[in-house]
């Protein structure tokens, strides 16, 4: 397939560039490395320093002898997106390319007004520029689990049957965020039903849960071609800042009563999803809505594992309940149905005490590069 990925530069866009390239794929790399300029005004840089994409591109050509074309440029600006849609007629375009950051969003204004302008834009150019230029292209798009929240009853994936009043209908499961960047994934998923509806687009969205891991088929050849991996408070997620804290020999930050559940999967099984998701395209107005996690854990449960995964190495672990920094329930029901990724043959890599400590080993390498002031709240949800 011809396929362009958006957000190339991330955490989960340079993985999934690789594997996509690996497998065969031609494939377009975009990124304006806004991520990267978000760190370093934020203090928040990650743990191993990452080659820029060019320079990453020519390390995964060495080892693999592949290509892939890079493109460098800001996808609010319409005409540099609609240009390369148009030149190179992609069949699938997977769209990361949204300020990924529930912190940063709350930060203040500035951060709030950049993450609504930046990811809502960047979506409708993706959709005009495919209605434009390739109109059979399928649009595989990544929301979040987070656009649920945590309601009462069991997360649907996508849709939902109600019953009202004696008649029936389906419609987009009700969501309700709890940050602006989540918020943000659901204004996408609306505009983005919109347009399926009224232009007969296709796409695939994918409401992943957090996401950990460093090791994929690629990245295990060059530490060069490793993810950038956060462990900060900004971009870091919670399993991958537990594993560093773990490392740094400061106790692990669970924010309140840590009965916080969410679902989270590791980074391979993304790159499966995302395959999956490519290779099972959604028909021409039609929206698939795909829960994309492995399993469920509750944030006191996540520092059990990381204990018992360092304990085996002779680590030991301290747990440390933080005021929490964010609005959020921290008891609640929490159950989300994910069997649709399953059914297309999605073969869970669980969070075990080897996937832990095989992490552990490579942020041991790196461990006088870990910086504490990086790894304590900065930013409140309380205004
Ligand atoms: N948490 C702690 N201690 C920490 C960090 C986080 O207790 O040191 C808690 C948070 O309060 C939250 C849970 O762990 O309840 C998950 O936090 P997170 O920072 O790993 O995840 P989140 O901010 O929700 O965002 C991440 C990604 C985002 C993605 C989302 C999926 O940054 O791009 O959309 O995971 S989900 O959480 O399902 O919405």
Known sequence: MKIIVLGADGYLGWPTTMDLAGKG?????????????????????????????????????EKTGKDIQVEIGDLCNFKFLAEIVENF?????????????????????DEAHFTLKNNLEVTHNVIWAILKH????????????????????????????IEH????????????????????KVLDTDLLWFY???????????????????????????DRLLPNFH??????????????????????????KGGQIRGYLNLRDTLQCIDLACNNPAEKGELK?????????????????????????????KVNSIPNPRKEPEDHYYNPIYTGLIDLGLKPNYMTDEVLGKMLE????YKGDIKDYMIFPRVSWKK
């Open 25 to 61: 794929h031609e494939v377009v790399a975009i990124d304006n490395y806004s991520r990267r300029n978000i760190a370093m005004q934020t203090s928040s840089e990650a743990l191993i320093s990452c080659p820029n994409l060019e320079q990453r591109v020519k390390v995964f050509k």
């Open 89 to 109: 007629k992609p069949d699938a375009i997977v769209h990361y390319a949204e300020q990924p950051s529930a912190p940063y969003s709350m930060k203040g204004y």
């Open 289 to 317: 809505i795909y829960n994309q996690l492995t399993e469920t854990f509750s944030v006191n449960e996540l520092a059990d594992k990381v204990h018992s995964a360092s304990k085996l190495l002779g680590i030991d672990v």
């Open 134 to 161: 390739a109109p059979d292209c399928h649009l595989v798009k990544l929301g979040t689990m987070g656009e649920y929240g945590t309601p009462n009853i069991d997360m649907e994936e996508g849709w939902i049957d």
């Open 362 to 365: 490579t942020i041991l390498k």
């Open 165 to 184: 009043k004696g008649r029936t209908g389906k419609f987009l499961f009700p969501r309700q965020a709890g940050s602006l960047y989540h918020t943000t």
């Open 231 to 256: 462990y900060d408070d900004i971009f870091g997620t919670v399993v991958n800042r537990f594993l560093v804290q773990a490392i740094a020999g400061i106790p692990l930050t669970v924010y309140g």
């Open 196 to 222: 399926v509806r009224t232009y007969g687009l296709r796409v695939t969205d994918l409401m992943q849960g957090p996401v950990y891991g460093l090791s994929t088929t690629e990245s295990d050849l060059d």
